[in-house]
C-alpha cells in the first residue's frame, strides 16, 4: 500500500510544476500582453519574460503592435447614374492603444472591413461611373478620414486605404474599349496628318529656298557676265579712244597743212569709186579747191623746208587714260554688292529657321485645332509678301 505522505509530496510538486508553469510568460517583440486578475483588467506586459499570480491572473489578449495589412473581398456598389460596379480594397492598420482595442471592439476587423463596405457605398453612390474610375485618391481620402475618425476610439490608427481595382459591369467594360480604340485611331489619324503637314511645309521651304538660292545664283551669274562685258567695252573703247588721241595728237603735234589735206582727199578718190555697184563715178566739185590747195601747200611746202618751219621738237605724246584704277573701283563695288546678297540670303535663311520653330513649338496645343488652322496652304504661307506683284519677280529681284 502505497505511503499517503509520499502521494501528497508527489501531488505538491506537480501542483507547484503547473503553478511555475502558468505564473511565467514570455511575451515577443513587437507585442504586448494584457493580464486580467479573476477576470479585470489589471496591468500591460510589454516584450520579454514576466512572472504572473497563477490561478489568479491570465494574460487574455496578445496584441501585435505591427502595421497590419487587411485585404476586403470585392464589394457590389452601385454609382449615381446606376450601374453595379465591384471595388476592392485594402487597409493599413496599427495598433496604438492595446486596452482599448481589446475592449473597445469585440472583433475590430470585421468593424473594419463593414464600416469600409458601408462608407464605400456612400461615397460612391454620389459619383457617375466616369469619376468613379478617375478619382480614387479622393476615394481613398476620404474613405481614409471616416474610417480613422471611427476606429480612434477602438485604439486603432488607420495609415492607408487603397483601392486595388473597380471593376464596371462587362457591357460598360466593351464600350469603353471601344471608345478608347476610337480616340486612339483619331490620335493617329491626327499624328498621321501632323506629319504629312510637316513633310509639305519642309518640301515647300526647300522649293522655296533652292528657288531664292537658284536666282541668286543666275543673277549672280548675270551680274558677273554684264560687268565682264562691261569691262571688255570699257578697254575696247579705251584703246579706240587712245588710237584716236594719239592720230589726233600726232596729226595736230605736224601741224598739216592746206596741201596735205588736199593730197589725203585725193587719195580717199578712187575707195570712194570701188565696188561692184558704181557704175557712174561723179568727180566732186570740191576737186578744183582741193587741187589748188595742193599747189598751194606744195609751194609752202618747199618754203618750209627751205626755212626749217618744222620743228620735230614740238610734238608731244598723247596721255594714257588710266582705266585700271576704275576697274578696281568697280571691282570693288561688285564686291560689296556680292557681300550685301550674301547678309540678305542669310537673313532670309534665319527667318526659315525662325518660322520652322515657331511652328514645331505649337505641339503643346491641340493638335487637331491646329491641324485645321493650317492646312490651308503650307507654301503660300512660306513665300515673302510681295505686295500683289508677281512672285517670280519678287524671287528674281531678291
Known sequence: ??????????????VAVVALGLSVRVIQQMQVGIVQRLGKFNREIGPGLHLIVPFIDRVA??????????????????????????????????????????YEAQNYIQAIEQLTMTTLRNIIGGMDLEQTLTSRE???????????????????????????S????????????????????????????????????????????SSILRAQGERESQVLRAQADRQASMLRAEGEAQAITTVFHAIHAAEPD????????????PQLAQ???????????????????????????????????????????PKKVDVFAEIAESKRAEQAESQASVKQAIAEAQ??????????????????????RDFGDPV?????????????RAVEEN
Open 166 to 209: 473597380i471593376e464596371p459591369p462587362a457591357t460598360i467594360r466593351d464600350a469603353m474599349e471601344k471608345g478608347a480604340r476610337a480616340e486612339r485611331e483619331k490620335r493617329a489619324q491626327i499624328l498621321l496628318a501632323e506629319g504629312q503637314r510637316q513633310s509639305q511645309i519642309l518640301s515647300a521651304s526647300g522649293d522655296r529656298e
Open 138 to 164: 479622393e476615394i481613398n481620402q476620404k474613405l481614409r478620414a471616416v474610417l480613422d475618425e471611427a476606429t480612434g476610439k477602438w485604439g486603432i490608427k488607420v495609415n492607408r486605404v487603397e483601392l486595388r
Open 61 to 102: 489578449y496578445t496584441m501585435d503592435m505591427r502595421e497590419a495589412v487587411v485585404p476586403f473581398p470585392p464589394q457590389g456598389v452601385i454609382t449615381e447614374d446606376n450601374l453595379m460596379v465591384g471595388i476592392d480594397s485594402v487597409i493599413y492598420y496599427q495598433i496604438v492603444d492595446p486596452k482599448r482595442a481589446a
Open 258 to 269: 592746206q596741201a596735205l589735206l588736199s593730197y589725203q582727199y585725193l587719195q580717199m578718190l
Open 380 to 392: 503660300a504661307d512660306l513665300l515673302p509678301d510681295t505686295g500683289g506683284t508677281d512672285p517670280q
Open 351 to 372: 527667318k526659315l529657321e525662325a518660322g520652322k520653330a515657331a511652328r514645331l513649338s505649337t505641339g503643346g496645343q491641340n493638335p487637331e485645332l491646329t491641324a485645321q
Open 275 to 317: 565696188g561692184d555697184a558704181n557704175k557712174v563715178w561723179i568727180i566732186p566739185s570740191e576737186l578744183n579747191d582741193a587741187l589748188k590747195g595742193l599747189g598751194g601747200g606744195a609751194l609752202g611746202e618747199v618754203a618750209g623746208k627751205a626755212l626749217g618751219a618744222v620743228d620735230p621738237s614740238r610734238f608731244e605724246a
Open 1 to 14: 500500500m502505497p505511503d499517503p505522505f509520499l502521494i501528497l509530496l508527489i501531488v505538491i510538486a506537480v
